[in-house]
């Protein structure tokens, strides 16, 4: 008898360290500057993925029979596209499964090429050029509204809701500064506002006295701004100290960040900010006031913008393995076409074209320190 409950006490164990050898291993990228002038938003954007992946992880993720657990490529492109690129080689060739990133238009774009040619599936969470899905990549898809949205609606408040009648218009020459900045003039122009100049920077440039004397002279009541925060702060600083204390101040959602409130340094000018985000305000998200304070538990004082949507992307990304039985993009891809996801930040449904279906967006301004939505 003794002998007989050995054997069966052996075989229970032998089975156990069997299913435990039997867990499978998925990779998924993540991508997002978290080196350089853009850190914040890229550690935000890190920290949604890894929010993710161990929520997913301690549930236990079954695909095609399989218990799997998530393994995260998290990786830096520091916002270069040519890093961009690098980076996109490095994880098809480590063979993950998909790829949740890249942050920019800049680094997503050329990107989207490398992952579509090694047939791995990419959702951005935060690049919103237009022209990402113009290629027609069966590969690419976005969550969250893209510039077109972005910069017409901010153009609309400009002209019916301000009044406003001369702009000015400055972008920093990347991929998504001039992206965003041409939507709001056209659509600025088409409104009845006369752009009165025109000026260029860099994403590195922090010294904008010259260009806002000269758009100081074209007598603006609004400057809209195509970049990203690390710019906007300076700029909204040196625009009160030439006097241009009155000039409204538009942004897309490069801008328009918690991040804004300390690179701005207690300028007055921060007030005249009018910003636009794809997506709803957190509190109106379907889980966002639920989804923050789990957040900020965990990553305390971090949270720029978006990091719900890379939270929402990567769960996006295993429901269609589930729902495919497979890990394998060539089975998935059908699925993440078909989705119909309830996350945090919207219901999620793709467009023929890898677009999000019906995408919101929140214009947002700033009150002491506190970025608050208009609508």
């Known amino acids: 008898m003794k002998n007989k409950l050995k054997i069966t006490v052996a075989a229970a164990v032998a089975l156990a360290s069997g299913i435990a050898l039997a867990q499978e291993v998925v990779k998924i990228g993540h991508v997002a500057p978290v080196s350089g002038a853009q850190a914040a938003y890229g550690k935000d954007n890190e920290n949604g993925a890894r929010m993710a992946v161990e929520e997913m992880n301690a549930a236990g993720v079954m695909i095609g029979g399989k218990k799997y657990k998530i393994e995260l490529l998290a990786e830096d492109d520091a916002a270069d596209p040519k890093q961009g690129t690098a980076v996109a080689q490095k994880l098809c060739d480590s063979n993950v499964a998909g790829v949740v990133g890249h942050l920019n238009s800049g680094t997503t774009i050329p990107a989207s090429r490398i992952y579509n040619n090694c047939g791995v599936a990419m959702i951005t969470p935060s690049a919103t050029n237009p022209d990402l899905t113009k290629p027609g990549y069966k590969t690419t898809f976005r969550l969250l509204a893209n510039d077109n949205a972005l910069g017409a609606g901010l153009a609309f408040y400009a002209a019916d809701k301000l009044k406003l009648k001369r702009i ?15 939507v709001f003039k056209k659509t600025a122009a088409e409104k009845g506002i006369t752009i009165v100049d025109e000026q260029f920077t860099t994403d590195k440039s922090v010294d904008f006295m010259s260009i806002l004397t000269a758009i100081k002279s074209k007598n603006p009541d609004g400057v ?24 409204k101040y538009f942004g897309g959602d490069g801008i328009c960040t918690m991040n804004l409130i300390k690179q701005a340094a207690g300028a007055k000018t921060l007030e005249n900010v009018i910003c636009a985000e794809g997506g709803a305000s957190l509190d109106k998200m379907p889980g966002g006031t639920a989804w923050k304070k789990r957040y900020d538990e965990k990553f305390p004082g971090q949270f720029q913008v978006y990091a719900p949507y890379v939270y929402d992307a990567m769960y996006v990304l295993v429901d269609a393995m589930k729902r495919a039985g497979s890990i394998k993009p060539k089975d998935y891809l059908p699925k993440l076409a078909a989705t119909n996801f309830n996350g945090v930040t919207t219901n999620v449904q793709f467009e ?6 019906n995408p919101a967006i929140t214009l947002y301004t700033y009150k002491g320190d506190k970025k608050i939505p208009l609508n």
């Open 168 to 182: 000015a218009v400055i972008d920093d020459r990347t991929a998504y500064g001039q992206g965003v900045a041409a």
């Open 352 to 357: 023929p074209n890898g677009e999000l279906k």
């Open 224 to 247: 809209f701004y195509g970049g990203m925060d690390p710019q906007a702060g300076p700029m909204l600083r040196q625009m009160e100290q030439l006097g241009l204390t009155k000039v």
